[in-house]
């Protein structure tokens, strides 16, 4: 059973930098892209940033120049840096893999919210 768990969400200022993690645990069919997703209140969940197995990267254009995404393929492991982070990124923040025939996975989320 391939399970997801995000980390590192919490309340910052604006400005700051944070850094989310994603662990996948269990069996996942190698190639599969991770992504790292967002949901703000009343808003539909968009696409934040991905990489492929390849380390082929793609960003939001919200986000560019700001978010980083990262892989560890050994520790399978998705990361993204956050930095100059403001309000409106305020959001539950999940990641996703997408593994082809094996279908997609989510992990549960974790909260950022940006505030002074």
């Known amino acids: 059973q391939v399970q997801l768990v995000e980390s590192g969400g919490g309340l910052l200022q604006p400005g700051g930098s944070l850094r989310l993690s994603c662990a996948v645990s269990?069996?996942?069919?190698?190639?599969?892209?991770m992504g790292w997703y967002r949901q703000a209140p009343g808003k539909q969940r968009e696409l934040v940033a991905s990489?492929?197995?390849?380390?082929?990267?793609r960003y939001a254009d919200f986000v560019k120049g700001r978010f980083t995404i990262s892989r560890d393929t050994a520790k399978k492991t998705v990361y993204l840096q956050m930095n100059s982070l403001k309000p409106e990124d305020t959001a539950a923040y999940y990641c996703?893999?997408?593994?082809?025939?094996?279908?997609?996975?989510w992990g549960q989320g974790t909260q950022v919210t940006v505030s002074s």
């Open positions: 269990g069996s996942i069919s190698s190639p599969y892209t």
């Open positions: 990489i492929t197995s390849g380390g082929t990267t």
């Open positions: 996703k893999a997408s593994a082809g025939r094996q279908g997609d996975y």
